[in-house]
């Protein structure tokens, strides 16, 4: 191989279009790989609230089940209270005796009512926890079951793709030894500095396909001839001309899908450069 000194321009572009078509194809790959797991990381968040949700509802349940065991000990106590106090009335001496006795008497009888209010109420309260416990385990059971799905598509995913990126690594590290290193840290520098990962891309419309600024029919007409290294005024990436890159089609397809990501967050220069179509 000629050293990278030795190269032709037109050479130098189609290296590093080769270059940001596969980085674009491993882009894709990590988006992919990147979605599952954020999914599997929310449903394992939602299951562990779930978990925590009814762990507090059983808690909840038992503390009101012991209230009305006790308000139940309450009632038996008096009910045997009133049956001694009964019993005693049967053998009053006299007024002031009976009266204290009827006095407690009533008293019991009050305790047990109240008691039997208490124990409805919170019976209540228990019954409709009872039901929210319930939802909550249905819900915990159908998220945990949602999980395992996604655990597995997640580990089919990474199996396949993991194969793909070592292919696209292979590939990734010989076009990349094409590349003088000056030209190749300015490409991963720019590459570095957008979200979509464009460093080179094509003019579509006359427009940057990164930025989709305006260019210049001068400057078109000069990226055209693959003669000099040129690059977009507003957003510095490495303008190339797509037809006379010999590039394969599933490359393509990446750079679009990115080009394409890249017009979702500029919507506003997208629907400008339609408009204008529609008008030409
Ligand atoms: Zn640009």
């Known amino acids: 191989m000629a050293s990278n000194k030795d190269q032709t321009v037109a050479e130098?572009?189609?290296?590093?279009?080769?270059?940001?078509?596969?980085?674009?194809?491993?882009?894709?790959?990590?988006?992919?790989?990147?979605?599952?797991?954020?999914?599997v990381k929310d449903l394992e968040d939602e299951i562990a609230g779930l978990e925590t949700r009814v762990a507090r509802l059983e808690s909840n349940i038992s503390e009101l089940d012991a209230v009305v065991s006790k308000h139940a000990a309450n009632i038996k106590e008096a009910e045997a209270l009133i049956e001694r106090y009964e019993k005693q009335m049967d053998n009053v001496k006299n007024n002031r005796e009976y009266d204290a006795l009827s006095k407690e008497l009533e008293l019991q009888k009050l305790e047990i009512q109240l008691s039997e209010k208490k124990s409805r109420?919170?019976?209540?309260?228990?019954?409709?926890?009872?039901?929210?416990?319930?939802?909550?385990?249905?819900?915990?059971a159908s998220k945990k079951s949602e999980l395992d799905t996604k655990k597995v598509e997640l580990e089919k995913i990474i199996e396949k793709t993991t194969k793909d990126e070592e292919k696209l690594q292979r590939k990734r590290d010989k076009a990349q030894k094409k590349i003088e290193e000056r030209l190749l840290k300015a490409y991963n520098r720019?590459?570095?500095?957008?979200?979509?990962?464009?460093?080179?891309?094509?003019?579509?419309?006359?427009?940057?396909?990164g930025c989709f600024n305006k260019i210049p029919p001068q400057v078109q007409l000069e990226i055209g001839m693959h003669k000099k290294l040129i690059v977009?005024?507003?957003?510095?990436?490495?303008?190339?001309?797509?037809?006379?890159?010999?590039s394969n089609k599933a490359?393509?397809?990446?750079?679009?899908?990115?080009?394409?990501?890249?017009?979702?967050?500029?919507?506003?220069?997208?629907?400008?450069d339609k408009t204008e179509e529609a008008g030409a």
């Open 121 to 140: 109420e919170i019976s209540g309260q228990n019954h409709s926890k009872q039901e929210t416990l319930v939802a909550a385990n249905e819900r915990l």
């Open 232 to 246: 977009c005024e507003h957003c510095g990436r490495v303008l190339v001309n797509a037809e006379m890159m010999a």
């Open 12 to 39: 130098k572009l189609q290296n590093l279009h080769d270059l940001q078509s596969i980085d674009s194809e491993m882009s894709k790959i990590e988006i992919l790989k990147g979605e599952l797991p954020m999914e």
């Open 251 to 272: 490359a393509e397809k990446a750079e679009k899908a990115a080009a394409k990501a890249a017009a979702k967050e500029d919507k506003a220069a997208a629907t400008e």
């Open 190 to 209: 720019i590459r570095d500095s957008y979200r979509n990962g464009l460093a080179v891309v094509s003019v579509a419309r006359n427009s940057c396909g």
